[in-house]
């Protein structure tokens, strides 16, 4: 059996993915909604990074329960660079580029819930396909969130 193999991928995958929010979080600051919903949806992550390492015990891993991506030095930089910046036309392609990013890690994590599910379903690991349900629908939303957000901002940016 290589569950093992899933929970670390997917504990890596949802490491990355809350650290992925957190700095487009710091890189638009002066995007308000962006702030505060990208920094919402990473504890989410958080979240799932957690009970990750917890249900990795049982298959002998010894994955770190604290999340990665707290601000760094380095993002509360980029925070007071975003002060500066405000609307000019620069943070609008960066904001794409980063919600681009973030939505290609949040797939990425979302596809590592579904191996993770069906290896529980074909194990007949009841607590591990009840976290995958418990957890997956979290990481949908990202996906939704930074989708909807793509085409939102597109426009705008590209146009403008």
Sequence with gaps: MKLHLAI??????????AGALLAMSDRHKADHEVFH?????ARWSQDHVRALAQAGREFGLDLDPEPKGDPTL???????ASDLLGRSS???LLLLANLRHVYREACGTSLDWELLAQGAQGARRKELLQLAERCHPDT??????ANGKLKESATQVLVS
């Design 140 to 145: 949908l939303r990202q996906v939704r969130w």
């Design 74 to 80: 380095l993002e509360k930089a980029r925070q007071g």
């Design 8 to 17: 670390e991928e997917l504990h890596r995958s949802e490491n990355h993915l």
């Design 90 to 92: 620069v943070p609008g």
């Design 37 to 41: 919903v990208a920094r919402d949806i």
